[in-house]
Each structure stands twice: as C-alpha cells, then as structure tokens.
Nanobody, 119 residues
Framework: QVQLVQSGGGLVQPGGSLRLSCAAS????????MGWYRQAPGKQRELVARINEGGSTNYADSVKGRFTISRDKAKNTVYLQMNSLKPEDTAVYYC?????????????WGQGTQVTVSS
C-alpha cells in the first residue's frame, strides 16, 4: 500500500510564503512523476506544478515565477515552495504521485492540505 503524506500549509498574508511537502512511502518501485494540484471551493481541481523522473518541470501559468517544485528522489518526497502568495492561491492543495509498475502507471493522492492567503 502506497501512502502520500503531506505537510505544510496554513494561513499566510498576501505576499507571504509557504512550503509544502509530500512524502511517498510503501511499495514503490519507480515514480514517473510527482505533482501538486489544488481545488478551491466550487471549482475544479487544477494542476499547479509537476516534476518528472528526469527533473523536468511544468507550471500552471497562474503560478509560474512564484512557485517552485522540487524533488528529493532518495526520500521520495516532493516539495512546493510558494512565494508571493495571492488570495487567489487559496485552495486545498493535493499531492499526486504517478507510480510506474512496468505495465503502466498508477496515481496516488495525498490527503490534501489547506492553504489560505488572507490579510
């Protein structure tokens, strides 16, 4: 059983910073990619950032230049450094890992963590 445990999040003022962490554990043979999604109330879940096994990254236009995704392969952990936070960034943030089992991929999700940006 694979588990993704998230940490971080909380309440910050506009312009502030937060760092999210997501650690994967369990029966893991390979992680093709890890990413962060977010979902605001009444809205669809959207991709925020992702990083693949080679270190290539992709960001949503709304966060590019402000957020940075990174990965510690040895710890099976992905991070999301969020700077210059805006009220529009308020959402529940979810970590996702795409695990490679040779025959295909299987997605696993973290429990989610609330990020609230408000003065």
């Amino acid at each position: 059983q694979v588990q993704l445990v998230q940490s971080g999040g909380g309440l910050v003022q506009p312009g502030g910073s937060l760092r999210l962490s997501c650690a994967a554990s369990g029966m893991i043979f390979g992680i093709a990619a890890m990413g962060w999604y977010r979902q605001a109330p009444g809205k669809q879940r959207e991709l925020v950032a992702r990083i693949n096994e080679g270190g290539s990254t992709n960001y949503a236009d709304s966060v590019k230049g402000r957020f940075t995704i990174s990965r510690d392969k040895a710890k099976n952990t992905v991070y999301l450094q969020m700077n210059s936070l805006k009220p529009e960034d308020t959402a529940v943030y979810y970590c996702k890992a795409s695990l490679d089992y040779g025959l295909g991929y299987r997605d696993y999700w973290g429990q989610g963590t609330q990020v609230t940006v408000s003065s």
